[in-house]
């Protein structure tokens, strides 16, 4: 942890070309692997709205120091969710951009077989467009190219969107219950929406689970492997298990567990995937659904269990990749209980932003915000900023803080 880079990211060059005063670096989860920020090595990030809750993760610094005030803008990136998890948790606007839009260079080509995109996490919709016009574009020998917006991002936060046909759905991907307040926030929007002349209409999920456990995780867990076999590489010697916390470790063993064909299979589904997803563009320009099936949960509490540290601490010590591969299933049923929505834009490579729609009342009477997570075509930011930007006129959330 120690460790400072000898030259800045592509994006950071274009954050200190734009007169950005960067601020500091906020916590975030080993590698970006958890969707709550809890790592071993800083301990856990509290969330501004009730400092017992999880501020989602992996961006959940990020999170927690917009919510907060400290900055009204803060870097993310997002490979299942983790821009728009932390936005909904902490109140805020965050837009997973296209695939392509910002560049991994120079040190990466891409992340995560292109699920990993740059981002940020705003206060205001306005500051989501203004970051994203600075930073956006390609450099040399990035492996994806999109076309580039036809005109400025902050241009299209004050223009009307015209009429949008959206498709909107609360069913759970795995088919569990999903909070009530997730659902409130979602047939609220829907509301809204009508009254703002657009087309709304409820459909059933354009995906289904497998996609999460047979081609999601397999492709996580390989890249998680390679990246520990990078970091091996810089050590001059094999990473430890006391390198790494112990879930990184058994997961890059589940990694490596998996055969090319495997990975290669994924990819498959991937595609297939898009297909599906492309099918639902054809009617829908956007699909709308919670960005969390449930309230933000308290700290800690999708940590391991007791038999689950045995569990994790036996396949390190014997380096048991094969019995991880046994608990797939199992791994993602709890994490994809609480975010069931998010990971298939990281597949397909489409935007998806989460609006700060709703707050709901807890028993101790504090707030807690809920997001909306709309998901568009490849390359359409410019539609996403225009809805975003009416969205925020009809329903303002930035007079809105946590009270603290």
Not at 117 to 136: F, I, N
């Amino acid at each position: 942890h120690d460790y400072i880079s000898p030259r800045d990211s592509y994006a950071v060059t274009k954050i200190r070309e734009a007169g950005l005063v960067i601020f500091g670096k906020t916590n975030t989860p080993e590698f970006g692997l958890t969707p709550f920020t809890e790592p071993l090595l800083f301990g856990p990030t509290n969330n501004p709205w009730d400092l017992e809750r999880t501020t989602a993760g992996s961006s959940g610094g990020s999170g927690a120091a917009v919510a907060a005030g400290f900055v009204p803008i803060a870097t993310a990136n997002d490979g299942g969710g983790s821009i728009r998890m932390p936005a909904s948790c902490c109140g805020l606007f965050g837009m997973k951009p296209s695939r392509g839009r910002i560049s991994w260079g120079r040190m990466f080509g891409d992340m995560w077989n292109g699920a990993a995109v740059e981002g940020s996490v705003s206060r205001t919709v306005r500051d989501s467009a203004a970051y994203l016009d600075a930073v956006q574009g390609a450099s040399p020998g990035d492996p994806y190219i999109i076309a580039p917006p036809v005109r400025p991002y902050l241009q299209e936060v004050s223009t009307a969107p015209g009429k949008l046909r959206i498709g909107y759905s609360c069913a759970h991907t795995l088919g569990h219950e999903v909070d009530p307040a997730c659902v409130k926030a979602v047939a609220q929007t829907v509301e809204i929406l009508k009254s703002e002349g657009h087309l709304v209409e409820e459909v059933p999920l354009p995906y289904h689970k497998e996609f999460l456990s047979k081609a999601f995780l397999v492709i996580v867990a390989g890249e998680t492997a390679g990246e520990l076999r990078v970091l091996g590489e810089f050590l001059g010697r094999k990473v430890r298990t006391s390198d790494v916390e112990p879930n990184t470790y058994a997961l890059h063993l589940l990694g490596k567990s998996f055969t090319a064909a495997d990975y290669a299979y994924a990819k498959h589904k991937w595609n297939e995937l898009c297909r599906n997803i492309a099918d639902f563009h054809e009617k829908y320009d956007l699909l709308l659904t919670p960005t969390l099936a449930q309230r933000p949960f308290k700290t800690g509490a999708l940590q391991n269990t007791a038999s689950e540290k045995i569990l994790v601490n036996t396949i390190n010590t014997l380096g048991l990749g094969g019995v991880a591969r046994t608990q797939v299933d199992q791994l993602a049923e709890k994490i994809y209980n609480w975010m069931p929505w998010t990971a298939f834009a990281n597949m397909t490579g489409q935007p998806s932003m989460s609006v700060p729609m709703f707050r709901t009342e807890e028993d101790n009477h504090e707030t807690l915000p809920v997001g909306v997570m709309f998901t568009a075509r490849l390359g359409e930011e410019d539609m996403m900023f225009r809805l975003a930007g009416q969205l925020e006129r009809a329903a303002p959330w930035i007079d809105h803080y946590p009270g603290i």
